[in-house]
């Protein structure tokens, strides 16, 4: 069953009521926090963004559920492995930054600073049969997921299913990227990795989301809804009918009908609460290509590889900080005599890691004109 709240505001109160009916909802808050329990909350802190950039889970819900899972008598514990290197300094920064420090520490939640990782076997997998997750995750009894619903420029949306990548420490994803670099065989990657950290409970923070170029550049866009269940294919599948993004043209989704991990139509989930829609939500896609009927051959290839968007790198706004560098997968990404990022795109793999990480918003996806022109007139 998947949850819909209406709710427009972050107030605390507000917010504070909403989680409590919707662990009612699902069967109850003793079925995930009681004394004795280990519950880890995993947000979503892409990167060091503040909450008012609608990049991050806001702070007001992490600390709605830390703050019940807690009076419950559970031990909360906060866990993240943000994008790019996984350190403490860095981690203090970004808890700090995206108001996530001061929630758990108000409710009485603590903060993960353990950078280990644990193995773990993964026997549902389709490739990823071990895999190593922060160990938090893996030990913990109750995972409850809180993702925030946004577009993302490679796996088109984000929310409860994508989150779980987070359980990848640092730059260990860079390599889940560079040796997994179709967007099916990533897609199902971040399927692996979720089903090897199941959480029991996802919540969807979709009161602000983010369009157009997320995950960390788009714009804010009010949607005003808590989404929450304990399947997140179902959950995710919900917030993509709110947004209206056709689920088949996101890559984590076509692999999940494929194994049949979720039904494809959305008629055929329990959908409880209030029905919300959200019109004014722009979803870009990334698969035109794809859809064109003669991308196959050598024609095709070639046609593929000059038509596929690509990151733009504006040297106005790059401050040289080299997070691009450190995060790029495929080690294409240099700084210039002038401290200016530069790009083979040769080797680029359209990851789009710069993008996300860049702090300075300096990286564009950008698709090229002869794209944007065979792809409207075949449309
Ligand atoms: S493009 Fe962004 S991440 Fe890369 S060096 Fe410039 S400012 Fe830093
Ligand atoms: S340049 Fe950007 S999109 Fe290309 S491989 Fe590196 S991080 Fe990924």
């Known amino acids: 069953m998947v949850l819909v709240q209406q709710c427009n505001t972050y107030d605390e109160e507000i917010i504070l009521k909403k989680v409590t009916e919707l662990f009612t909802a699902h069967g109850g808050i003793e079925k995930f926090a009681r004394p004795g329990v280990k519950v880890v909350i995993k947000p979503n802190i892409v990167s060091k963004k503040k909450p008012e950039e609608a990049a991050t889970t806001h702070p007001s819900l992490v600390w709605a559920v830390c703050e019940v899972c807690r009076r419950n008598g559970a031990h909360v514990v906060v866990a993240e492995s943000p994008g790019g290197m996984y350190e403490k300094a860095l981690l203090k920064g970004q808890y700090r930054v995206s108001g996530i420090e001061d929630a758990a520490k108000r409710a009485g939640a603590e903060l993960n600073y353990d950078l280990s990782v644990t193995e773990i076997d993964n026997t549902n997998a389709k490739n990823l049969k071990k895999l190593n997750v922060i160990t938090p995750l893996a030990k913990a009894d109750v995972i409850i997921n809180i993702a925030k619903l946004k577009t993302h420029g490679m796996m088109v949306y984000t929310g409860a299913v994508k989150n779980m990548f987070g359980a990848i420490a640092g730059l260990e994803k860079a390599e889940y990227h560079f040796n997994m670099s179709e967007y099916s065989d990533f897609a199902d990657c971040i399927i692996d990795i979720h089903q090897s950290v199941k959480p029991d409970l996802n919540i969807l923070d979709a009161v602000v989301g983010m369009h157009k170029d997320g995950p960390t550049a788009g714009e804010p866009i009010e949607i005003g809804a808590i989404l929450s269940g304990c399947d997140a294919y179902e959950v995710d599948m919900v917030g993509m009918d709110i947004i209206n993004c056709n689920p088949s043209r996101v890559p984590i989704f076509r692999q999940a009908f494929e194994r049949q991990l979720v039904c494809a139509d959305v008629g055929g989930i329990d959908v409880q609460g209030d029905q919300i829609k959200c019109p004014k939500f722009v979803v870009k896609y990334n698969d035109e290509m794809k859809r064109l009927h003669y991308v196959d051959g ?66 564009e996806i950008k698709k090229p004109l002869i794209n944007k022109i065979v792809v409207r007139k075949r449309k």
Do not use: W, Y
């Open 298 to 363: 050598i024609l095709g290839k070639f046609l593929t590889k000059i038509m596929k968007p690509r990151p733009v790198f504006h040297k106005n706004k790059c401050r040289g900080c080299g997070e691009c560098v450190r995060s790029c997968p495929a080690k294409v990404i240099r700084l210039d005599e002038n401290k200016k990022a530069v790009v083979d795109l040769g080797g680029c793999i359209r990851c789009f890691c710069c993008q996300e990480l860049c702090p300075f918003i300096a990286v």
